[in-house]
C-alpha cells in the first residue's frame, strides 16, 4: 500500500477555476476543513467504517474547527455563510459520509429546526449546548409507512393539560440512539395539522433501535424509534412549528447541502482514480498512458465540473436568499446521479483494488446511495421539477 499512500488526499480538482470566486470567509472554512480531512479522518476512517463504529475522537474536533450551527447566527453557531456551509460539507463527505452525515442531521436539521421554528427562549435554552455539541441533537421526521410521503406522517401528539402525549413510530433517524434532543414531528389529534416537538432524552416512553445490516454510511446509526404515551411539556413545543409547510422549510435548507455532499463523495473518488491511474503500472506502463483510461477519467471530470457549477450557483443564490425548493431539488437529483457514474467508474479503474477500503473508494462507492436516497429520491425531485416546469402535479 506505501506506493498508494496519498490516494485518499485531495489533488486540488479544480478545472474551471471556481476556488477564485471563494470569499475570505469560504476560503477559511475550506481550508480548515481540508486540512482536518487530509490530517485527521483519512487516516483511520477506513476502520471506524468496517466495524460501524461512531467516530467520536472526530465528531468532538467538529466544535473546535468553528463549523457547528451551519449558517445561524449567534448562541455559540457558526454563523457561517451558505456557500461557506456547502464548502464544509463537501470536505466533511469527502474525508468520510458518515461523518458530514451526523453533523447534517444534528445542525443541518435538528438545530436549524429550533432555529427557524422555536421561540427566543426555545433557541436560547438548546442551541448554546447544541453548538458545543454538549448536547447531540437528532431529527425525527420518516416513519416505517411514510418515506416520500413523509406529508401522510401518522405519529400522533394529543394535548393533556399542559403536555402533550405522543404516540407513533419513526425510522431511519440519525443520530437517534445517541441523541440528547431529538425534534420530532407529529400531527395534532384536534388540528389534524403536524407540528415539532422538542423530546429531551432519556425520558418515558422514548425508545431508540439502531438499524443494523447497513452497507452504507455504516459510522452513524441510523434508529427506530418507538414513542409511548410520550410527555413533552408544552413549552417544548416549536412555537413557529404549526404545519407540514413549516417543517418543509427546514428540509428545503438542507436539499441544496445534499447536492454538496454528493461532490464530496465524487471528488474522493476521481482523486483517487487518478492518482492511482498515475502511479499504478500494467503492461511496463502507467495505467494513464493508455487512451481508454484517459477518456474514462476525462468522462469523470467532466461530470465532476458540471457538480462544482451546480453547488457554486445555488450558494450564490442561497448567499442572496433566493434559493428555491425546486432549484435545490435539481441540484441534488443531478449531483447524486452524476456522483454515482464517477465512483462506479472509479470503482472500475481501480480494479479489485477498487473494493478494498485501503483505496478510498468502495466508502463512497457505498455511502452515495445513502446520500442518493435521503432528503428526497431521485424520482420525487424528478416529480417536484417536473411540476415546476409543467405546472402539473404528478403526485399528492
Known amino acids: 500500500m506505501a506506493e498508494y499512500a496519498h490516494l485518499g488526499e485531495a489533488l486540488g480538482t479544480d478545472f474551471f477555476s471556481v476556488r477564485e470566486q471563494f470569499t475570505a470567509e469560504q476560503w477559511d472554512r475550506f481550508a480548515t476543513t481540508r486540512t ?49 456551509c456547502g464548502l464544509v460539507h463537501m470536505e466533511l463527505h ?17 438545530m436549524q429546526a429550533i432555529a427557524m421554528c422555536g421561540s427566543a427562549e426555545q433557541r436560547e ?20 409507512d411514510h418515506g416520500s410521503d413523509s406529508v401522510a406522517l401518522e405519529t400522533s401528539a394529543r394535548r393533556d393539560g399542559d403536555h402533550w402525549v405522543l404516540d407513533g413510530r419513526k425510522r431511519w433517524i440519525g443520530n437517534a440512539t445517541i441523541a440528547d434532543v431529538v425534534v420530532v414531528w407529529a400531527r395534532d389529534t384536534d388540528s389534524g395539522e403536524v407540528q415539532g416537538f422538542v423530546v429531551e432524552t432519556p425520558t418515558e416512553g422514548f425508545a431508540a433501535t439502531a438499524i443494523t445490516g447497513k452497507l452504507s454510511l455504516r459510522s452513524i446509526q441510523q434508529a ?10 408544552d413549552e417544548n413545543r416549536l412555537v413557529e412549528a404549526r404545519t407540514f409547510a413549516d417543517c418543509a422549510r427546514v428540509l428545503a435548507n438542507t436539499r441544496g ?21 498515475m ?32 453547488c457554486m450557483q445555488i450558494g450564490r443564490l442561497a448567499d442572496a436568499g433566493r434559493l428555491s425548493p425546486t432549484v435545490a431539488g435539481l441540484a441534488k437529483m443531478n449531483n447524486t446521479r452524476a456522483a454515482r457514474r464517477i465512483l462506479s467508474e472509479a470503482r472500475d479503474l481501480l480494479g479489485g483494488n477498487g473494493i478494498l477500503l485501503e483505496h478510498h473508494v468502495a466508502r463512497h462507492w457505498a455511502d452515495i446511495e445513502a446520500v442518493h436516497t435521503f432528503e428526497g429520491t431521485e424520482t420525487i425531485q424528478t416529480l417536484i421539477v417536473g411540476r415546476d416546469v409543467t405546472g402539473i402535479g404528478a403526485f399528492s
Open 257 to 277: 447541502i445534499c447536492a454538496w455532499m454528493a461532490l464530496g463523495h465524487a471528488t474522493a473518488g476521481y482523486d483517487a482514480a487518478l492518482r492511482y491511474a
Open 36 to 84: 482536518f480531512v487530509d490530517t485527521e479522518v483519512l487516516p483511520g476512517v477506513g476502520d471506524l467504517w468496517e466495524r460501524a463504529e461512531l467516530p467520536w475522537k472526530l465528531i468532538r474536533r467538529l466544535p473546535e474547527l468553528r463549523i457547528v450551527g451551519e449558517d445561524i447566527q449567534g448562541y455559540g453557531a457558526a454563523g457561517m455563510s451558505p456557500t461557506a
Open 224 to 233: 427506530d424509534i418507538t414513542l409511548t404515551g410520550v410527555r413533552v411539556p
Open 279 to 310: 502511479e499504478r503500472t500494467q503492461f511496463g506502463k502507467p495505467l494513464a498512458s493508455f487512451q481508454i483510461v484517459q477518456q474514462r477519467l476525462v468522462h469523470m471530470l467532466a461530470d465532476l465540473t458540471g457538480m462544482q457549477l451546480y
Open 94 to 110: 469527502r474525508g468520510d459520509g458518515s461523518l458530514g452525515t451526523f453533523l447534517g442531521v444534528h445542525a443541518g436539521l435538528a
Open 125 to 144: 435554552r438548546w442551541l448554546p449546548s447544541m453548538s458545543t455539541m454538549d448536547r447531540i441533537g437528532a431529527f425525527a421526521l420518516t416513519e416505517p
